[in-house]
């Protein structure tokens, strides 16, 4: 495939960078509970994550107390993914979920690590090669809005904790149609609503005291962690997001909660 030569170098590229969308410009969008103009919010989106990226993991670990390495082996488990399939682990950041599916789809297969953020690309790439993963695992970085890859490509689309980053949601959920094949699936894990009010109590408490604070303790940065409590609260609900699959075109769309509802696995189906 052309752009996998052209992207797959040591250094992600910025070329692939979607540039700024005119429509984009003139209207406000969610930036956590701030309104933005939504050409800026890419940016202060990219801000976080370079901010964050070389502590992402022990944060991911410390914040969930592990838990999301439970729901990202659901979405594996759930992924159908076989040796020799092509597939597209969106927004995939350090790499978690490449690292699995790199094992699974073998030598025959191929996996690409799409990112719009370099440092986020950057330390997966470390961790992987660190973990003597590498050969069919490729690295390319790309904006969820405007993927840089062939019509009918991909056997699967994972986008785990990405999807409530991205600046025009809907517009992403379409490019990642385009991109899978016939017959292919997306699987979108993502922060969701949590089912009972009592648990969404606790679960506030958590997010907007906890979560800065542990923030700011690890990684020096409260604000970061107070912006992701927040992005998570202004996301879609379940039924809302599942909506949104359907809108662009994938069918045979569900969801399964987890955790209470904290996080929800969406999958939808290209036909
Ligand atoms: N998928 C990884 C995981 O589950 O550990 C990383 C999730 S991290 C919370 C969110 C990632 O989404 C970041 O690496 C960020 O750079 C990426 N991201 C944000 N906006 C994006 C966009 N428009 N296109 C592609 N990636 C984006």
């Known amino acids: 495939m052309s752009t996998n030569t052209q992207h797959d170098q040591d250094t992600p590229q910025e070329a692939v960078l979607a540039s700024s969308n005119p429509e984009q410009a003139s209207h406000k969008t969610d930036f956590g509970f701030s309104q933005v103009d939504a050409s800026q919010k890419a940016d202060m989106v990219a801000d976080v994550f370079h901010s964050v990226a070389a502590k992402y993991d022990v944060m991911n670990d410390l914040m969930s107390m592990g838990v999301h390495r439970l729901w990202k082996r659901y979405t594996i488990d759930c992924s159908g993914v076989r040796a020799g399939q092509k597939v597209l682990d969106l927004a ?154 359907k809108d662009v075109g994938f069918e045979q769309t569900s969801y399964t909660n987890l955790t209470g509802g904290i996080v929800a696995l969406h999958r939808g189906f290209k036909f």
Do not use: C
């Open 92 to 245: 995939g950041g350090t790499g978690d979920l490449a690292a699995k599916f790199s094992r699974i789809v073998g030598n025959k297969g191929q996996v690409i690590l799409a990112d719009i953020n370099h440092s986020m690309l950057n330390v997966g790439k470390e961790k992987l090669l660190n973990m003597g993963i590498l050969g069919n695992l490729h690295y390319v970085q790309a904006n969820a809005e405007a993927l840089p890859f062939p019509d009918n490509h991909f056997d699967l689309i994972t986008i785990a904790f990405g999807l409530r980053n991205v600046t025009d949601k809907s517009k992403a959920l379409a490019s990642m149609y385009r991109v899978l094949k016939p017959g292919g699936r997306l699987l979108v894990l993502e922060f969701s609503k949590p089912t009972t009010q009592a648990l969404s109590k606790v679960y506030d408490a958590y997010s907007f005291y906890l979560l800065p604070q542990m923030g700011k303790l690890v990684a020096n940065d409260s604000e970061s962690y107070r912006y992701l409590a927040e992005s998570i609260r202004m996301h879609p609900d379940q039924d809302t997001l599942e909506q949104m699959m």
